[in-house]
């Protein structure tokens, strides 16, 4: 790619990074707000109930979409050249979407009886017939989402996600106390509807025309091509949803269901880290697809920018969550939760690799390596479903965070060696941003070996590594930096 080509691209690339970091940190904020309304309203243990039913439809989902979702951020972007196929295209996808979902949601009001045996909880039968109406909604308010980031309508994607957050949040407020878990789920129904109007607007008005049949054709050869992407993401989620749900599963058989409260409220806490690496992703992956089809050679570029833009934000946030994990588990969510504090610490380390996973994943999405991905995702989930069985009953949550810490780190290792070995992306580039990452983290494990965690010190430490870190950024990422903050509103 030559550089005027790939200065275009990068401005995109944090142009759209901006929005969907300013939608993605009202969003984040407002589902903290939630989560800390839900554990005040009710008690640990109503929490991690909760937990198994949200992650039962997670995996249901995963199993439903078929990939859709992705495949539509994929192939909208590589049509956006072929105006008169696009609306073939996402016909096409919203017709199969359709009938996906709506099977989905007839299998789990069949299920849910069987389920709630399963897990010897009464109430969850009830919370399983409420949650297939969500779960349609859900599938397909993912694929619009989708269309939207293929299409590159960033913008609108992010009032979308803020809109359905806030309206989200204002009936989990009204709902919660009177109708207990089932309130969260009505109020996340309702946010499904009013949101889906804003979402199907923008995409019909993007895809113009009705589409002749020469269009058609071409639409069709791209639609047999997204099932190349299709079928490794449908399987990597399977596996991200079906992995998170034996964790909490076993957990709950293992150590009880406030233990799972107490997981799912750090891990929330710890989730924090993925906002940069998410709203980079969004403009990500059609910009690396845009390229790919254009012949051009700016991926490992995109890839470089954005790994080391992430690593800049993530880590001193990283660093403060962990320092202060446990009086921030207090502060936010109350004494009653102050168990969940060791465990928080340990999943934002692992949350931190996560998030630098996140950009591996998208460029491999991108650049149609999927399967790749998939593959390596599973070594990840097969190391932490051994240690798990093996940690667990030794060390409590303890040892499900070291299963996670170490899973995280495996996944994001082959991530960077996929991408240096087959892409050309060079990981010596993070130069002097490696050194300092690993300074942090050793100052962090020495605070809490000498029992100096607290919020001050992870203030000092997270502030140090920030100044270190802003100093080691390329003049042109800098410049970058600045942008992206210039639209999120800083000066």
Not at 391 to 416: C, E, K, M, R
């Amino acid at each position: 790619m030559s550089e005027s080509r790939a200065r275009p691209l990068g401005g995109r690339l944090f142009h759209g990074s901006a929005l969907t970091l300013a939608s993605s940190l009202l969003s984040r904020g407002i589902a903290v707000v939630q989560s800390v309304v839900v554990a005040r309203a009710l008690d640990a243990r109503q929490v991690g109930v909760f937990a198994i039913v949200t992650y039962v439809l997670g995996l249901l989902a995963a199993f439903a979409d078929l990939g859709l979702p992705t495949a539509a951020a994929k192939l909208l972007a590589e049509a956006r050249g072929a105006p008169g196929a696009l609306r073939t295209v996402v016909t096409t996808l919203a017709v199969a979407m359709l009938g996906v979902a709506g099977l989905a949601g007839l299998l789990l009001l069949v299920l849910a009886a069987p389920l709630a045996a399963l897990y010897a909880e009464p109430s969850l039968g009830g919370l399983f017939r409420l949650g297939a109406l969500l779960l349609f909604l859900s599938l397909l308010g993912a694929l619009g989402a989708g269309m939207l980031q293929g299409l590159q309508r960033i913008r609108r994607l992010a009032v979308a996600g803020v809109v359905k957050g806030l309206v989200t949040l204002a009936g989990i407020v009204l709902l919660v106390r009177p109708l207990g878990l089932a309130g969260i789920l009505v109020a996340s129904i309702v946010a499904e509807l009013l949101v889906w109007p804003l979402v199907a607007g923008a995409v019909g008005r993007s895809v113009g025309p009705r589409a002749d049949a020469a269009a058609g054709a071409r639409a069709g050869a791209v639609v047999r091509r997204g099932v190349h992407v299709a079928v490794p993401v449908f399987l990597a989620g399977l596996l991200v949803w079906g992995g998170a749900l034996f964790v909490r599963s076993y957990l709950a058989a293992a150590l009880g269901y406030a233990d799972v409260g107490y997981f799912q409220l750090a891990d929330s806490l710890a989730r924090v880290l993925v906002i940069v690496p998410t709203a980079v992703a969004v403009p990500l992956v059609p910009l690396v697809s845009e390229s790919a089809a254009a012949g051009a050679a700016g991926t490992a570029d995109l890839t470089r920018a954005s790994l080391r833009v992430t690593l800049l934000t993530v880590l001193p946030l990283a660093l403060l969550l962990h320092v202060a994990a446990r009086p921030l588990v207090v502060l936010v969510y109350g004494g009653a939760y102050a168990s969940a504090g060791p465990i928080a610490a340990l999943m934002v380390l692992a949350a931190f690799f996560q998030a630098l996973g996140v950009i591996a994943w998208s460029t491999l999405v991108g650049t149609g390596r999927v399967w790749a991905g998939f593959w390596i995702q599973s070594a990840g989930w097969a190391l932490l479903a051994v240690l798990t069985l093996g940690l667990v009953p030794a060390l409590g949550l303890a040892g499900l965070g070291v299963a996670h810490v170490a899973a995280a780190a495996l996944t994001l290792a082959l991530g960077l060696w996929y991408l240096a070995r087959h892409l050309g992306v060079r990981l010596d580039a993070l130069g002097a941003l490696v050194p300092v990452c690993a300074l942090g983290w050793l100052v962090a494990g020495g605070l809490g070996l000498a029992g100096q965690a607290g919020l001050v010190a992870a203030a000092v430490l997270a502030g140090g590594v920030l100044v270190l870190e802003w100093r080691a950024l390329t003049p042109e990422e800098a410049g970058w930096v600045r942008a992206a903050a210039r639209r999120v509103g800083l000066r």
